[in-house]
């Protein structure tokens, strides 16, 4: 950046403007409502509402393995949730996440009606609910929840750094996305470590480390992400990038990806879920209406 260009800080920030580029009217220096919207709810206790961004995706991803396993508690309603209309600032969304962000859930099976926002804590809970996609082994619980953690701790550099300054900023500027290129290249080589060694993230076991990992880093080096997958060279990671296609192919990781999902070819999406069987009709009928 050139000196006549640099930016100099006031002595006290106030909100003027928006802050620029693509979702620039998502962000705002406040909490609460904008606005009064009740949420949907339909027929199942576990209440999901959510978009397929990376962080979406983790929830449904984890709803429809724990449906590929069998467990019939695990039937969800799924409704969109569309960050660029400003849904999450509805006072209903704002009341089970008082954060805005998506996912959110509601588990109306507990005795007085649960909330669960924060996408680790939605993988954590369900987890721990169904019993499933965590070890209950000591060393191996303590694993799959150090990388579930280092995902949480981790992908804002991701997203919030290097995916809005190398994609949705509303101009290119040098620094932050060398800053960021290289924090995004330091942690693709921390996981293509871990995964030199191991089939998963938490081991030799598939876990809720593996489903919120992936939907970041392995939709980035699938190159879902940004459009960053050449500029990010991301066939060097070839232990990450193996772990990636494996998770990609489960059937439950391709059905979870299609859920709240806005955007792509029309038969990978599907903004609502009610069931399995419904699931699959939709799924269907949107292939029919193709031709």
Do not use: C
Not at 37 to 56: C, D, M, R
Not at 150 to 166: D, K, N, R
Not at 180 to 188: D, I, N, P, S, V
Request: aromatic letters at 12%.
């Amino acid at each position: 950046m050139s000196q006549e260009n640099a930016y100099t800080p006031p002595k006290v920030w106030t909100w003027e403007k928006e802050s620029g580029g693509k979702f620039a009217s998502t962000n705002r220096p406040i909490a609460g409502p904008t606005h009064d919207k009740e949420l949907p709810v339909g027929e199942h206790p576990f209440q999901l509402y959510s978009l397929a961004t990376p962080n979406g995706v983790k929830a449904g991803v984890m709803f429809e393995e724990l449906l590929a396993l069998g467990h019939e508690g695990a039937e969800y309603d799924a409704w969109l949730i569309d960050i660029g209309e400003g849904d999450q600032f509805g006072s209903g969304f704002v009341a089970v996440n008082p954060n805005s962000k998506i996912p959110a859930l509601m588990d109306y099976g507990t005795p007085e009606p649960t909330r669960v926002f924060e996408s680790g804590s939605i993988l954590l809970y369900l987890a721990e609910k169904f019993d499933a996609f965590l070890p209950r082994a000591h060393a191996a619980r303590a694993e799959t929840l150090n990388w579930l953690f280092w995902q949480m701790g981790s992908a804002p550099f991701l997203g919030g750094g290097f995916g809005h300054f190398y994609a949705y900023a509303p101009e290119k500027l040098e620094y932050p996305i060398d800053r960021y290129t290289m924090e995004t290249k330091r942690q693709l080589d921390v996981l293509d470590r871990r995964l030199a060694e191991n089939r998963y993230l938490g081991g030799d076991e598939y876990t809720i480390a593996d489903i919120a990992n992936w939907a970041w880093y392995g939709q980035l080096v699938l190159g879902r992400l940004y459009d960053a997958a050449e500029f990010l060279q991301v066939q060097e990671y070839e232990h990450v990038m193996r772990w990636a296609k494996e998770i990609d192919a489960r059937p439950a990781v391709q059905r979870g990806r299609m859920v709240n999902r806005t955007f792509g070819e029309p038969e990978t999406q599907l903004h609502e879920r009610h069931d399995a069987s419904d699931f699959e009709l939709r799924t269907q009928d949107k292939r029919e209406a193709r031709g």
